[in-house]
Structure formats: C-alpha cells, structure tokens
C-alpha cells in the first residue's frame, strides 16, 4: 500500500508565497511521475505542474514562471514552489504520483493524496 500525504496550504496575500511538500510513503519500488494538480470549486481538475524521475518537467501555462516543481527522490517527495500567487490560483491542490509497487515490480499504479486548501486573498 502506499500513501500520499500533502502539507503545506494556507491563506496567503496575493503576490506571496508558499510551499507545498507531497511525500509519498509505503511499498515503494520505484516512482516514475510526481504532479501537482488543483481544483477549484465547480472547475475540474486541471495539471499544475509534473515531474519525472529524470528531472523534466512540465507546466501549466497560468502557472509558468511563478511556480517551480522538485522532487527529492531519495525522500520520495515532491515540493511546489509558489510565487507571486493570486486569487485565481486558489484551489484544492492534490498531489499524484505513479508508483511501482515492490509486491508488483510489473505494473505502475497511480495515486492521490488528499489534497491540501491554498486561497490566496487579501
């Protein structure tokens, strides 16, 4: 089994910062992808920002230039870097990895934290 547990969220002044940490516990052979995802409320789930085991990543166009994603592999974590936030990036932000398994080194499987609340308003 394995768990996704994100921290991190808070209300914050537009043009602040924050800091989101998603560490991933459990059976964990290997994790290929970690992502940051968000919804606000009556919106779908959008992509904020992901990473790969390698270090490439990708970035919602709202997003580019004021958030940077990192992920400490050794620590199975992966942190979201927010700057210069505002009101419309208020949202639940989730945090989605994909993990192989050590009882199924054959097969990846996808997995959601719990999410954590950012609302950015002054």
């Known amino acids: 089994q394995v768990q996704l547990v994100e921290s991190g969220g808070g209300l914050v002044q537009p043009g602040g910062s924050l800091r989101l940490s998603c560490a991933a516990s459990?059976?964990?052979?290997?994790?290929?992808?970690m992502g940051w995802y968000r919804q606000a409320p009556g919106k779908v789930r959008e992509l904020v920002a992901d990473?790969?085991?390698?270090?490439?990543?990708n970035y919602a166009n709202s997003v580019k230039g004021r958030f940077t994603i990192s992920r400490d592999n050794a620590k199975n974590t992966v942190y979201l870097q927010m700057n210069s936030l505002k009101p419309e990036d208020t949202a639940d932000y989730y945090c989605?990895?994909?993990?192989?398994?050590?009882?199924?080194?054959?097969?990846?499987?996808?997995?959601w934290g719990q999410g954590t609340q950012v609302t950015v308003s002054s």
């Open positions: 989605n990895a994909h993990v192989t398994t050590v009882q199924a080194t054959g097969a990846t499987f996808s997995y």
């Open positions: 990473i790969r085991s390698g270090g490439s990543t």
């Open positions: 459990g059976s964990i052979f290997s994790i290929n992808y």
